[in-house]
């Protein structure tokens, strides 16, 4: 079955950049999404990347994607204490389904 | 737009003892998903619907069962509740043209 691996906490100070990392197993993935949750509340689209791409920039968000090694990474520069959250990491499956991964908590400390 | 909402947003249970949560979307998307939150698990699917009047499992179906009569809703149901159940359920949907999922706020059950 399908697998997606994050690290589960990362703490960095306000104004450093976070780096969250996940790898997956399934090489066929066509497209890799980042997801944010808040406290309390359900998962919102932060990106996405195709897989036939090595790179995305969004504003502040900038998604790295290595298909050799099957590692998709999530940077967030100027990091503020708005972006703690949780982070989830997905792809997508067979032909209708996202299979995420455990989510890493971003704490930024002020 | 309300989006999509579930309801209830709380709600506590006894072993044993049944009930039915409530999905509704209106942004009138095909696919509609129940998810289940557990602390270091991620989001794990109960079961999925590509339209009105279908039904699939996903991958923790065990427990609970759905029905979509209406395209804007999808209900979850749990017949007879276990403590293992209590977590975290989310609502989500999408259209067929593209992947991204909208989530609703989710569900608190705990089941004692």
């Known amino acids: 079955g399908e697998d997606v691996e994050q690290s589960l906490f990362l703490s960095v100070r306000e104004g450093d950049s976070s780096v969250i990392n996940c790898t997956y197993t399934?090489?066929?993935?066509?497209?890799l999404y980042w997801y944010k949750q808040e406290p309390g509340a359900g998962l919102q689209l932060l990106t996405y990347?195709?897989?036939?791409?090595d790179m995305k920039q969004d504003q502040r968000l900038t998604v790295l994607l290595n298909k050799k090694d099957k590692h998709l990474s999530l940077r967030i520069a100027d990091t503020q204490t708005g972006d703690s959250a949780i982070y989830f990491c997905?792809?997508?499956?067979?032909?209708?389904?996202?299979?995420f991964g455990t989510g890493t908590r971003l704490t930024v400390i002020p | 737009n309300a989006g999509v909402t579930q309801t209830p947003k709380f709600r506590v249970l006894k072993t044993g003892q049944s009930m039915t949560l409530l999905c509704a979307q209106d942004?009138?998307?095909?696919?509609m998903y129940w998810y289940r939150q557990d602390p270091g698990m991620g989001l794990r699917l109960i079961h999925y619907?590509?339209?009105?009047?279908?039904?699939a499992k996903g991958e923790v179906p065990d427990g609970y069962n759905v029905s979509r009569l209406k395209k804007q809703n999808f209900l979850l149901g749990l017949e007879s509740a276990a403590p293992s159940q209590t977590s975290v359920y989310f609502c989500?949907?999408?259209?067929?043209?593209?992947?991204?999922?909208?989530f609703g706020p989710g569900t608190r059950l705990t089941v004692l």
């Open positions: 997905a792809e997508f499956y067979g032909a209708n389904n996202l299979f």
């Open positions: 989500a949907t999408r259209t067929s043209f593209y992947n991204e999922q909208f």
């Open positions: 942004m009138n998307h095909e696919y």
């Open positions: 990347i195709f897989s036939n791409m």
């Open positions: 399934d090489s066929s993935s066509t497209y």
């Open positions: 619907s590509v339209g009105e009047g279908t039904t």
